[in-house]
C-alpha cells in the first residue's frame, strides 16, 4: 500500500505523470492466467512492456476526467441465486444466475462461497447423529459450544490451537480457521455445514464450465470467513484458487525512486475473498456468488497463498501455542 | 458469510422470495452514521423496518436482471491524486481530485493510504539520524534489517511480538504491524515514513471537510498493510475510522431458518480496507484514494475493530510469546 509520491528528490521524473501506464508487468507463466494474454496491444487496452514480450492486461483501466486525475475503478457485482440443494450441479445453477445478471466477461474473477459448495456435495453432518468425545466434552466446557458442534469440528480440524468463548481457533489443511470452518448458520435446523472437499478441484471445474459454455476465461476464488489477530470480526479467506495468482510478488518491482521492494507481497486472492464478503453479508442473504470486474495485476504470480513456515510472523508464536495446546486440551 | 440457503426445511417461506428486502436493521445510534439517515423512506430508496423507527438506508441497492437474480453492486474507484509533500493541507487535495473524477456522493466511504497521511504530516525519519540501540543491532541480525530501520521501529512499537527474516512483528496502540508500519518503500531516499500520528482524527477532519465544502456524508477509513497468520502477503487494516463502523455485530439477527446468529462479527472496516488495496496497489501507483459506493450496511454497528481479549481466538498463544519474547528479545 506504498502509494506515495515524492517530487523534490525524485529520481524518475519521467514516471511522474503517469506511472501506471508504462509499469513494467512481470508474470512468470502468463498464459497460465485468465487474466494474461499475449499478443500485441489493441486499441483501448493498455500495454505494457514487460521483459522482451508484449504483454496485455484484458481487463480495461478505465480514464474519468482530466488529468493529472486518472480513475481505475473496480465493480463488484453480487449475485443472488436460486436455492442450492445437495446434488445440484452447482456451475450450471451459477451460469444461469451469471446471465440474468448479465452475464459473465473475459477476466472476471468469480468469487463463490465454499458453503454452497460444501452444500451441493452434500457436507453436512446430523448433529444428533454425532456422539462426542471426552475431548469434545472438555472443549465444549471450555467455549461453550454443544458438545456434538465439537465433536464434528475436533473431526474436521487437521489440529486446534486455541480456544475462546464460542469457538477454537483450528488448522485445516494449513488454513487458520475458526471451528474447522464447520458452521451452523443457515444450516437445516440440527444440521452443520462443512468446508468443502476439493475446493481446488471445484475452482477448476466452475473455471472450465464457463470456458466451455461462454468462451470466456475467469478466475475462480472459493471464500471462507475466518478471524484475525486482534482484531474483532470476521475477513475473507480463500480456500480454493483457480485462474488466478493466490498472492502476487512485488519484489522484483521498484518502487518510484528506483529502489527494488523488498518484502512487497499482497495477499490477493485473500483481498479478493474479503472485499466480495461485503457483499455476501452474514445472515440470510442469498448472495453466494460476486463478480470482481476490472482487475489489474502486477507483480509475479504466486500460486498459492500458503506461507512457509519461516516466512510467517506469527509462526513462532503458534508454533508455542500448539505445543502448549497439545499439553492442556 | 454464511449466504447458504434450504428450501425444503425453510421455517420462513416468506422470506425466500427477496430475504434481504425485509431485513430488520437495528443500529445503535443512526445519527452517528452518514449511512444511516432516519426518516420516512423515499422513492427508490429501500426502507427497512428497524425497531419502532423507520430508517433508511442512504446508498441504493441496484437491481437487474428478472428475478429471482437480483444484483447488489458495488463500486471501487481508485482516485489519483497529485504528489504529497510535508505540510499540504491534505484534505483540499483529495477533494480536488475527488471532484476531477466525478465527485463525491452521500454515502461514499473514502478509504485512504494512510501513507500519505503520514507525509503530509511531516512523520519521517532520516535514517542516518537514528543511533541504533544494542536491542536493535541484535534484533538488526536476527531479521536482516538495516539497524537504524530497526531502531524506529524499536522506537514506533508499543511492543514486539516476534521476528522472521525480513520483518518484526510489532503492536501499535493495539494494532498488530509488521515493522510498527514503518515503511522505506516511496519514501525519499535514506528516509523512513511512520504510521500517522492521530489517525481518528485526522479520519473525522476529512470527514467534516467533505460535508462542510460538498455537504455529503461519508465515511472515512485510513488504511495500511498488515500480514496474516500462515499466510503470504499483505492484507489492509484500518488504522483511523470516522463515519463508518469498525464492525457490525449481527448476533441479533436470524438466519434463513429464524435461528438467532452467535458469533456473527463482520470486520467492516478492515474489509473495506483490504478491498481498496485491490486498487492501492504495493509498488508506486499513486491511487492513495479509493472511494466505495453502493454499501449497504446491516447488523448493529460496533464504533472501535479493536478486540477483547478474552474474544480474541489468537490472545493465549500471543501472550505466550509475548512473554517469551520480552524474555529473549
Chains 1, 2 share one sequence.
Not at 502509494?3 to 512481470?26: F, I, K, N, V
Request: hydrophobic fraction near 40%.
Amino acid at each position: 500500500m506504498e502509494t506515495m509520491d515524492w517530487a523534490t528528490t525524485s529520481t524518475s521524473p519521467g514516471r511522474r505523470e503517469s506511472p501506471w501506464e508504462r509499469r513494467a508487468l512481470t508474470i512468470s507463466s502468463p498464459t497460465s492466467s485468465p487474466l494474461f494474454t499475449r499478443g500485441r496491444p489493441r486499441r483501448g487496452i493498455t500495454s505494457i512492456l514487460g521483459g522482451s514480450d508484449i504483454l496485455r492486461v484484458s481487463c480495461g483501466w478505465i480514464y474519468r476526467g482530466r488529468r493529472p486525475t486518472v480513475t481505475v475503478e473496480l465493480r463488484l457485482i453480487g449475485i443472488r441465486t436460486p436455492l442450492i440443494r445437495p446434488g445440484d450441479h452447482l456451475p450450471s445453477l451459477l451460469l444461469k444466475a451469471l446471465r440474468r445478471a448479465g452475464g459473465v466477461r473475459e477476466g472476471d474473477i468469480l468469487v463463490l462461497s465454499s458453503k454452497v459448495v460444501a452444500v451441493s456435495q452434500g457436507r453436512m453432518v446430523r448433529l444428533s447423529e454425532v456422539r462426542p468425545s471426552p475431548r469434545a466434552l472438555r472443549l465444549s466446557r471450555k467455549t461453550g459450544l454443544d458438545p456434538s458442534f465439537v465433536e464434528v469440528v475436533l473431526r474436521e480440524a487437521d489440529s486446534v490451537l486455541g480456544a475462546s468463548r464460542g469457538a477454537l481457533l483450528t488448522l485445516v489443511k494449513g488454513l487458520p480457521c475458526a471451528n474447522a470452518g464447520v458452521d451452523l448458520s443457515n444450516a437445516p435446523p440440527g444440521h452443520a455445514i462443512l468446508l468443502p472437499s476439493h475446493p481446488e478441484r471445484f475452482a477448476k471445474e466452475l473455471r472450465d464450465y464457463v470456458r466451455r459454455e461462454e468462451g470466456v476465461r475467469v478466475g475462480v476464488i472459493l471464500a471462507d470467513s475466518t478471524v484475525k489477530p486482534l482484531r474483532l470480526g470476521t475477513v475473507g479467506q480463500a480456500v480454493g484458487i483457480s485462474g488466478v495468482p493466490g498472492a502476487l510478488d512485488c519484489r522484483g518491482r521498484t518502487d518510484l525512486f528506483g529502489r527494488r521492494l523488498r518484502v512487497t507481497r499482497r495477499a490477493l486472492a485473500d483481498q479478493l475473498a474479503t472485499a466480495a464478503e461485503l457483499l455476501m453479508g452474514e445472515a440470510g442473504e442469498r448472495i453466494p456468488l460476486v463478480v470482481v470486474r476490472g482487475l489489474r495485476l502486477e507483480g509475479k504470480a504466486v500460486p498459492s497463498p500458503a506461507v512457509e513456515p519461516e516466512e510467517c510472523l506469527y509462526f513462532s508464536l503458534l508454533k508455542g501455542g500448539l505445543r502448549k495446546d497439545r499439553r492442556r486440551l
